[in-house]
């Protein structure tokens, strides 16, 4: 049973850089896409971007190239760093996998993280 | 970026009750279409794939319909445990997009 988990800091401070971990467990990260998905606290679902096991990304372009992904094989783990966050950068941060275009069928429990001074 | 719109916004019903959700792309996106449930402090959950494809451990009573530019997740008869916000979502391509979100709550 593969299971997803996302870790990182809580609280980040404006104009800081905000870093998550996901790690995979149960099985092998590939032949999936990993994505990182925000939900800002009652709105929608923000897709971020994508990584796989290459390390091709995908990026949204509303993020105006504050994003970057990477990924760790050995470890089963992808990583999303965002710049200069502000406070419209607090969510929870969900991290999914997708494989073969037939929708995010593995999701990370969210890791919540504020954007405050 | 493929613009994905939902309708209706929320709706309330009553448990047994048929439940129609409507979901609609800015282009054509095959079937390249998913549906999601998501209850409050939840991840979503992948309910149909591929616009018809019912995700493995989901109840029959959820059902998807649909290609192109307009698609249909249908719930035959609501159950209390049915009560969530749903969500459709394309992948035909990036940036992968989701609609706004359909709220089922009690009447």
């Known amino acids: 049973q593969v299971q997803v988990q996302e870790s990182g800091p809580g609280l980040v401070k404006p104009s800081e850089t905000l870093s998550l971990t996901c790690t995979v467990s149960?099985?092998?990260?590939?032949?999936?896409?990993w994505s990182w998905i925000r939900q800002p606290a009652g709105k929608g679902l923000e897709w971020l971007g994508r990584?796989?096991?290459?390390?091709?990304?995908n990026y949204n372009p509303s993020l105006k190239s504050r994003v970057t992904m990477s990924v760790d094989t050995s470890k089963n783990q992808f990583s999303v760093s965002l710049t200069s966050v502000t406070a419209a950068d607090t969510a929870m941060y969900y991290c999914?996998?997708?494989?073969?275009?037939?929708?995010?069928?593995?999701w990370g429990q969210g890791a919540l993280v504020t954007v405050s001074s | 970026d493929i613009q994905m719109t939902q309708s209706p916004s929320s709706l309330s019903a009553s448990v047994g009750d048929r439940v129609t959700i409507t979901c609609r792309a800015s282009q054509s996106i095959s079937n390249y279409l998913h549906w999601y449930q998501q209850k409050p402090g939840k991840a979503p959950k992948l309910l149909i794939y591929a616009a018809s494809s019912l995700q493995s451990g989901v109840p029959s009573r959820f059902s998807g319909s649909g290609s192109g530019t307009d698609f249909t997740l249908t719930i035959s008869s609501l159950q209390p445990e049915d009560f969530a916000t749903y969500y459709c979502q394309q992948s035909y391509s990036t940036p992968r997009t989701f609609g706004p979100g359909t709220k089922v709550d009690i009447k």
């Open positions: 149960g099985g092998s990260i590939s032949y999936y896409y």
């Open positions: 999914a996998g997708e494989k073969q275009q037939m929708g995010f069928d593995y």
């Open positions: 990584i796989y096991t290459s390390g091709g990304t």
